[in-house]
């Protein structure tokens, strides 16, 4: 979800994720098919700047920036780690005169790696992890209001062999100091079944109420889908 910074700007998280068999040694790449062109003709005039001269041969993550409300599109940042892949990121606008950019980012490594940008998205820090388990799982971030508070729903948990498909523990934390520490306040789900996966996911608030949507998926097998959850603010 994008984020609006003061000056009317959009900021929305992308990430270039190599596709898998493109990573094998010898595989031909179609990424130079993958690329649509408008017909100018019959299609209004947007433009988005080339992802790929701004990434490596792994993946990466980054955020697009508007300044006309979605017509053109820029990318910002370069993000990536030895040690894992960085996808799937959130974005909150911290208080403050600088308006600080803070990522949350989905990793392999079992725990969630953060990024800062102090000049609204333009230029990042380097990743770095963070004390908030991620079992290789997206994540949502949203800032509330008024109190200008963090919410993060995520998988609270690390992969476990006893259950090794499973994503689970998905709760909701609040930060009060601009998410240097977190307090628990709401358990979605905790049920754990071997080949069930509760995640992705989104939040919204609507006056006091945090609404989070998520899924809930059965690796082949079907459901009635369950209606949705509120948290009380």
């Known amino acids: 979800k994008l984020v609006t910074m003061s000056t009317g700007e959009w900021v929305l998280p992308y990430w270039r994720e190599q596709p898998r068999f493109e990573r094998i040694a010898g595989f031909p790449s179609f990424q130079s ?13 947007q433009h988005m700047t080339n992802v790929s001269d701004h990434a490596n041969h792994g993946t990466t993550s980054g955020v697009l920036i508007s300044r006309d409300k979605g017509i053109e599109w820029r990318v910002f940042g370069n993000l990536t780690d030895p040690r894992t892949d960085l996808i799937e990121g959130t974005l909150a606008v911290m208080d403050g005169p600088q308006e600080e950019l803070v ?9 969630s790696f953060q990024a800062s940008s102090l000049d609204k998205g333009h230029t990042w820090g380097p990743a770095h992890p963070v004390a908030m388990p991620n079992p290789n799982s997206k994540l949502h971030m949203v800032k509330l209001y008024p109190s200008g508070y963090l919410a993060v729903a995520f998988n609270n948990h690390h992969r476990s062999s006893a259950c090794k498909n499973c994503r689970t523990h998905l709760h909701v934390v609040v930060s009060r ?22 995640h992705y996911p989104t939040m919204l608030q609507v006056g006091s109420m945090l609404y989070v949507a ?9 459901r009635v889908a369950r209606g949705p959850t509120g948290v009380g603010g």
């Not at 690329?35 to 019959?42: E, L, Y």
């Open 33 to 45: 098919k993958c690329h649509a062109k408008p017909d100018s003709a019959t299609q209004p005039k």
């Open 103 to 111: 990522m949350l980012l989905r990793t392999n490594t079992g725990c």
């Open 177 to 198: 100091d601009g998410g240097v520490t977190w307090r628990n306040v709401a358990t979605l789900e905790d049920s754990m079944e071997s080949n069930v996966r509760i």
């Open 214 to 222: 998520y899924s809930r998926f059965y690796l082949g097998r079907c």
